[in-house]
DNA sequence: GTCTATATTCGGATAGAC
DNA sequence: GTCTATCCGAATATAGAC
């Protein structure tokens, strides 16, 4: 029982090494030395150090592939409150992940597995911005998904505080006649 | 007079390299080779390599200190006008700066020269808020300040059509009555 | 000012014993 | 599963000739 508990241990430390000092400033050294391991344990449980951070953000993944596909069944008409709260209740549930996926942005969007995340992404600015085809709809979209994502990894307040000034100004600058 | 032309040159393919693989991305060897020279010489008109990305982004550092200073001048009636204006323009005016001041950040928030920078965004980011205590209102211009970063370091519309909507997406979300 | 050659450090990854 | 030892490549930076 004590081999699953070393991997659990190695993304436990590479999840803080990660946040702390960005994925190129953690060297695998840098990790086992703090596990308290060798770089070669390291590499029994994980194939490369790419796929530690892989793991990590994994269950971010799923959930957001799940958002996507919960939208897609939401008509016109709710699609904005929808894509901007599934949105921020994502990211603030996963915020040490967000800002692992911003940190290796945009090297690993070349990953196969992370290609169809540009797809995931795209699906979301289009509910941010009402299905509109307006280019200045699309801008304004692009605005608050960056600017959340920002926010939620820079900003030291806690959620509960976050969330309702997050959907207030996003429904101000995306829902016309709303404030 | 291919002395100054030298560095130039270094200051001009750096800048590009920079900008498609990152600077991390970015070997000395790759600027050397792509410039034509060795290694050598690059170091010999640049102390280190941080000093090559320092000098391409420091006319981008002069205007925000200019922004800044204009700012402190403008009454609180005008102020979130006087800084989202302000902003967009300069983003827009160094998409490339910018692009590369976010790739490196935020280790190079910790260099002297660019310590300075966490007041300079701050007092942004109170001009967007409008000097308003209120931490919603805070939240507000974090995610404007943000996003609008996020937009002209990404979309690829030039500036024509990105400011107009920039300015018309900050103003809903951050002045209360003006949609 | 520019070069070649090299020192040095560091990082990811492997081999093979236990 | 975990270790020690080691390899290999990359990258910054320096030394010294021209």
Redesign the interface.
């Known amino acids: 029982m004590v081999r699953i508990r070393t991997r659990d241990e190695i993304l436990r430390v590479a999840g803080e090494l990660f946040t702390r000092y960005?994925f190129?400033?953690t060297s695998l050294h840098d990790i086992a030395a703090e596990v308290g391991c060798s770089k070669a344990t390291l590499l029994y449980h994980f194939a490369h150090k790419d796929a530690i951070l892989l793991a990590l953000v994994e269950p971010a993944r799923q959930s957001l592939i799940d958002l996507v596909a919960r939208l897609a069944g939401v008509d016109d008409k709710g699609i904005r409150v929808a894509a901007i709260e599934g949105f921020i209740d994502l990211v603030l549930r996963y915020r040490r992940e967000v800002a692992l996926i911003y940190d290796v942005t945009p090297?690993f969007l070349q990953e196969p597995r992370f290609a169809a995340m540009r797809e995931l992404t795209e699906a979301l600015r289009a509910g941010f911005a009402g299905r509109s085809a307006d280019?200045?709809d699309h801008?304004?979209a692009?605005?608050?998904?960056?600017?959340?994502?920002?926010?939620v990894i820079?900003?030291k307040?806690d959620e509960v505080?976050?969330r309702?000034?997050?959907v207030?100004?996003?429904r101000?600058?995306l829902i016309?006649?709303k404030?």
């Open positions: 960005g190129k400033g090297q280019p200045a801008i304004a692009e605005v608050l998904l960056g600017g959340i994502a920002a926010v820079d900003d307040r505080e976050l309702p000034a997050l207030a100004v996003a101000r600058a016309p006649g404030d």
